[in-house]
């Protein structure tokens, strides 16, 4: 649903609701998770829940929940590679306390930085459709709008950067995607200045081609710690 001013969905208050654990939003991924379930039936297989607490200054947001990562753990950015680079960076920089061994009972708690992903179920072929980011949009809308001292959200993709863009009531063209920019915006609900920082995703393919090297990666990072006075 879409505000009266062409802006991003209202919601009826401040707290936020993720989906349900059989939401029945978009029936390919449904059908997909059923097939999972039955397939692998001790993973999560279910839409991933954030990490981390509401009152944190961050948000990272992800594309989605990879096969074998956070559907099947249940944590997002856990189980895969983008996980290890992701995790050891918020450690480096102090978001991010004890060990992480790609299990969700490892320990690890995140220290003002939260984590969530555009869409919250696992795509086949990690390629989720246009309709079913929109259908996942108003949870993104409503958890920024629940984030009182949110400062930063970082991107992790284009796919990402454009979701936060939309759940914003932004425009693209406004605003392109581009590793290492940040963009002056607007807080979802409050109307408090908001930045949107950008990164190619952490993933094994982006890493292995070096689109994206650690040092990219902890430069977008250090520079967010620096502007939140961390």
Request: hydrophobic share 40%.
């Amino acid at each position: 649903m879409e505000a009266a001013s062409g802006g991003p969905p209202a919601f009826p208050g401040p707290a936020f609701v993720g989906p349900a654990r059989d939401c029945l939003l978009c029936a390919r991924l449904v059908e997909f998770r059923q097939r999972q379930r039955i397939a692998c039936p001790d993973w999560h297989n279910a839409p991933v829940p954030s990490f981390g607490g509401l009152d944190a200054k961050l948000l990272i947001v992800g594309l989605a929940p990879g096969l074998k990562g956070a559907n099947r753990t249940g944590r997002p950015f856990t189980g895969d590679y983008a996980g290890d680079l992701l995790y050891a960076t918020l450690r480096k920089f102090g978001l991010a306390e004890g060990t992480y061994t790609q299990r969700p009972d490892d320990g690890l708690s995140l220290q003002g930085a939260r984590i969530t992903n555009a869409v919250r179920c696992v795509p086949p072929e990690n390629k989720p459709t246009p309709g079913e980011e929109r259908n996942c949009r108003p949870f993104l809308v409503n958890e920024m709008a629940a984030m009182p001292n949110l400062g930063v959200v970082m991107a992790l993709g284009a796919i990402a950067h454009n979701s936060v863009l939309a759940a914003l009531g932004q425009k693209r063209s406004a605003f392109p995607f581009r590793h290492g920019a940040e963009h002056e915006l607007v807080s979802a609900g409050s109307g408090r200045p908001l930045v949107l920082a950008d990164s190619y995703h952490c993933s094994r393919y982006n890493t292995n081609t070096g689109k994206l090297t650690t040092e990219m990666f902890e430069s977008v990072v250090a520079r967010i710690v620096q502007r939140l006075g961390f």
